[in-house]
T-cell receptor, first 114, second 113 residues
């Protein structure tokens, strides 16, 4: 079975540029999560969706970050304009809805902002 | 709200020795508990989970964790580690009516030859 698919795996860009990260959740999963991982701050939840609807975006650092889920099989996380402090590994995860359901993670996008 | 504390950021252990990774949580409601493992350059993978029933849960690769409600702990143990167990381990908790899982800061397990 295909797992959560993220693209690109690596992204290097200059500050000020727009960055778009993509995620395809596991088919049938109706919850989707975006996380950011850094050495300093560990794993942080940025935003999550249930049935394509954003439920909690309190973890989004600032207005430069936005996320969309236009349908059940695709989500994007956009940073505009990007800054060096946005450099991190960004993970997407999906699950069936319900607290007992485990989350399945993609392999992440390693983002470097120069 | 829930919180998770992983008491050790790094744990070095010799190959074939036992290991315990500590996890404590706090919550005002009933919780589900998880351990996830992250191998280098990969996402997190579920290792084991406690939902209800037997307080001792096991993974397919020899890890086990015991839910201790009185001590609000969910420590992860393995009687004999292998070099392939080198990874970062995350304890996580979620309230039984919540959607948002809370992860600990992780413990890096270093296996020494």
């Amino acid at each position: 079975d295909a797992g959560v698919i993220q693209s690109p795996r690596h992204e290097v860009t200059e500050m000020g540029q727009e960055v778009t990260l993509r995620c395809k959740p596991i088919s049938g999963h109706n919850s989707l999560f975006w996380y950011r991982q850094t050495m300093m701050r560990g794993l942080e939840l940025l935003i999550y969706f249930n049935n394509n609807v954003p439920i909690d975006d309190s973890g989004m650092p600032e207005d430069r970050f936005s996320a969309k889920m236009p349908n059940a099989s695709f989500s994007t996380l956009k940073i505009q304009p990007s800054e060096p402090r946005d450099s991190a590994v960004y993970f997407c995860a999906s699950s069936l809805t319900g607290g007992a359901q485990p989350q399945h993670f993609g392999d992440g996008t390693r983002l470097s902002i120069l | 709200a829930q919180s998770v504390t992983q008491l050790d950021s790094q744990v070095p252990v010799f190959e074939e020795a036992p290991v315990e990774l500590r996890c404590n949580y706090s919550s005002s409601v009933s919780v589900y508990l998880f351990w996830y493992v992250q191998y280098p350059n990969q996402g997190l993978q579920l290792l084991l989970k406690y939902l209800s029933g037997s307080t001792l849960v096991e993974s397919i690769n020899g890890f086990e964790a015991e839910f201790n409600k009185s001590q609000t702990s969910f420590h992860l143990r393995k009687p004999s580690v292998h070099i392939s167990d080198t990874a970062e381990y995350f304890c996580a908790v979620i309230g039984n009516r919540d959607d948002k899982i809370i992860f600990g800061k992780g413990t890096r397990l270093h296996i020494l030859p």
